[in-house]
């Protein structure tokens, strides 16, 4: 272990700040909103919800400690209804295919 002692022990007597224990716990709480949404919500609707909690954060702040984390949004695309109609007309157009490819052969 090529340390200097000076640095062992100042790592070993170590004490976390006030700020650091601020984050601590301001991450837990989003880690928790992130999770209570089935990892649903973004940055904005964790910082409403925040906001509703009487917690003090900033938006920027919330997006700087989800980056930390690795945590993001599950986004799933809207179902587009198609009307059956074109459904109907491909399938139509694959049968009549098929029956020109039989009978040419």
Same mark, same amino acid.
């Given at each position: 272990m090529?340390v +200097?002692? =000076?640095? /062992?022990?100042?790592?070993?007597?170590?004490?976390? !700040?006030?700020?650091? *224990? &601020?984050?601590?716990? #301001? %991450?837990?709480?989003?880690?928790?909103?992130?999770?209570? +949404?089935? =990892?649903? /919500?973004?940055?904005?609707?964790?910082?409403?919800? !925040?906001?509703?909690? *009487? &917690?003090n954060?900033? #938006? %920027?702040?919330v997006?700087?400690?989800?980056?930390?984390?690795?945590?993001?949004s599950?986004?799933?695309?809207?179902f587009?209804?198609? !009307?059956?109609?074109?459904?109907?007309e491909?399938?139509?157009?694959?049968?009549?295919?098929k029956?020109?490819?039989?009978?040419?052969?």
């Open positions: 090529k +200097s002692r =000076s640095i /062992y022990y100042k790592v070993l007597v170590s004490v976390t !700040s006030k700020r650091q *224990k &601020e984050t601590e716990r #301001l %991450k837990g709480e989003i880690r928790n909103v992130w999770m209570g +949404s089935k =990892s649903r /919500y973004d940055v904005p609707k964790i910082h409403k919800v !925040s906001v509703k909690n *009487k &917690e954060i900033i #938006l %920027k702040c997006q700087r400690y989800m980056a930390d984390m690795a945590i993001c599950i986004v799933v695309n809207k587009n209804h198609h !009307s059956d109609k074109s459904i109907f491909e399938k139509e157009i694959l049968k009549l295919q029956v020109l490819f039989y009978t040419a052969t």
